[in-house]
């Protein structure tokens, strides 16, 4: 077989399979001859991730053993071909197949066209998709990115009469540089009904598949949460133009999971768990995660999901996990810091300050999956703690929160300036200012914290911040405390947020949005100049 790409290196992607990343010499693929009833299918469109000033990763997906083929240019017209890849899609990795491209120009856009040749018929290609991204800026160029999470949860799937998961269309009414997905990309523990009832009596019809029927546990089923949102028109439009920055919480795995959790809690005994060990879950859970987000594979830790982004001059993105190396849930109310206070853990928070210190960045963004500020009740049919770092008793840090004393406590003293955390998960939209004066530990400098989601999930009723350190709510929207109602996407309070750099200035500016597109509230930050 003739091979239509001129390559100089090739690099292994970790789990997703036999994933490479290569170099073209120039030149347009010669095409080849096929048969359209024998063609390949790409199954779940397109979808690109983790870019930076000179490189990407694309994403897709095939019915069949197969070799996916990606021609890059910087024009639609692809007449300026100047670099392609190549990776294999295999049944090991149910068929997805993901790329690093490498060598592209900074701060510009960029297309790719996808095809697969069929394994068993190599002149066989299926149909080309065509998506986009943007590389980062090599100078100080201004830059945005939305955020949100939670897909899919308390029941509210995909209504196509309904228009679908609207939120991706909303968000890409923006033209943000990349898309920052706070965690729970998929609800793997809370299946669909065909139908729910409205309180106007109107009908919500789901589409429900065979994996959104059940809470997942074998690796089939994780795998079928994530190609079920990618059956939606508006997440596949925004796939192909948007490139996502994405990180996990517990609904990947299991509502409030950790990883040495005994599985026997009421919620796991509702769901009818028969798998007994939740490493083993979380295990085929991350896996699934690997093989259908287009995430770097890291070769030291393929599974890790923490990592640092950056995307030019003006902004680093530090994307973080609390899910992976956590301690039990519960009390968390440690005086001295050990194992069971871990949220972090040592070797991620070390990383962080490292990271933190080293950037020259204006800007530092934190990505957490879950607020610092909130209190999340673990188990709370048996009242054992919290789920979160925060442990609403307004007091000196323990347990968790000593962690956060400890990152708070080191940014001020080695002044690392122009830090902000943005989060999801609690299902509201809020803007927290984190103020020394106001809390009971002080030895930090003032900070903001924005929540934002859900993008497609039941709306939450707000939550009181603990002020161990001193967060004020500046801006809140929230659902109801009325718990026999399940706020979906029909009651329109899904939420986003919009961070926009000036380029000239470098100000930043949040603004929290909602489905419509409606701006609710935003702030100017002006940068702390060294």
């Given amino acids: 077989m003739r091979q239509h790409l001129m390559v100089n290196r090739r690099r292994l992607l970790g789990t997703a399979g036999s994933a490479a990343a290569m170099t073209l010499v120039g030149g347009i693929a010669r095409p080849f001859l096929s048969r359209a009833a024998d063609r390949p299918q790409i199954t779940h469109g397109v979808q690109s991730g983790d870019v930076g000033i000179d490189s990407g990763v694309v994403w897709a997906r095939s019915d069949r053993p197969s070799r996916m083929q990606i ?37 510009q856009d960029i297309f790719y066209r996808v095809r697969f040749m069929d394994h068993a018929a190599p002149t066989i290609l299926s149909e080309p998709a065509v998506g986009r991204f943007r590389t980062a800026p090599a100078d100080k160029r201004s830059v945005s990115f939305v955020w949100s999470g939670d897909t899919c949860g308390q029941g509210w799937g995909i209504d196509e009469a309904r228009g679908g998961m609207r939120m991706w269309a909303t968000m890409q009414k923006s033209r943000p540089d990349f898309f920052l997905h706070s965690g729970d990309t998929i609800y793997s523990d809370i299946p669909l009904r065909t139908e729910v009832k409205l309180p106007d009596g109107s009908i919500w019809k789901n589409i429900v598949t065979e994996a959104k029927s059940k809470p997942a546990q074998t690796l089939a089923d994780y795998r079928g949460c994530y190609q079920y949102n990618l059956m939606d028109k508006n997440v596949l439009a925004f796939n192909a133009e948007v490139p996502m920055f994405a ?39 991350n896996r699934a995660f690997q093989e259908y987000i287009p995430i770097r594979s890291n070769p ?45 853990a040592p070797a991620q928070i070390a990383w962080l300050k490292r990271e933190l210190k080293s950037s020259r960045a204006t800007w530092k963004v934190i990505a957490t999956d879950m607020p610092i500020s909130l209190m999340r009740l673990y188990d709370p049919e048996n009242v054992r703690g919290s789920d979160a770092m925060a442990q609403n008793d307004n007091g000196p840090p323990r347990g968790r929160e000593l962690e956060l004393a ?16 943005v989060t999801a998960d609690v299902h509201f939209t809020a803007a927290h200012r984190f103020d020394p004066n106001k809390a009971a530990f002080q030895d930090f400098e003032p900070f903001w914290e924005f929540i934002s ?26 659902g109801q405390r009325d718990a026999g109602v399940n706020q979906g996407p029909s009651f329109g309070l899904q939420f986003f947020g919009h961070v926009a750099i000036d380029g000239a200035t470098e100000v930043l500016t949040v603004t929290l949005k ?10 100017k930050l002006e940068p702390k100049r060294a």
Avoid: C
């Fill in 71 to 107: 021609e890059v240019a910087t024009t639609d017209s692809f007449r300026d071909v100047r670099q392609g890849v190549f990776a294999d899609a295999l049944p090991e990795s149910d068929f997805t197949a993901k790329a690093v491209i490498e060598d592209l120009p900074a701060g």
């Fill in 406 to 421: 400890d990152l708070l406590s080191f940014f001020k003293r080695e002044r690392v300036s122009n830090t902000l955390w």
């Fill in 247 to 285: 990180q996990w919480d517990d609904h990947e795995v299991f509502n409030d999971w950790y990883p040495d959790e005994p599985i026997g809690r009421a919620q796991h005994q509702r769901s009818m768990l028969t798998e007994k060990n939740m490493m083993v879950m979380a295990a085929r859970a």
């Fill in 453 to 478: 989601g859900p993008l497609h999930a039941g709306t939450g009723s707000a939550i009181e911040p603990d002020q161990t350190f001193g967060p004020q709510v500046v801006f809140r929207k929230a």
């Fill in 300 to 344: 030291i830790e393929p599974g890790r999901i923490y990592r640092k982004l950056s995307y030019g001059p003006l902004l680093d993105v530090f994307m973080l996990d609390t899910r992976s190396y956590r301690g039990p849930n519960g009390k968390n109310m440690e005086e001295s810091y050990r194992p069971s206070a871990y949220f972090f």
């Fill in 514 to 523: 909602d489905i419509d597109d409606n701006s609710l509230w935003s702030i």
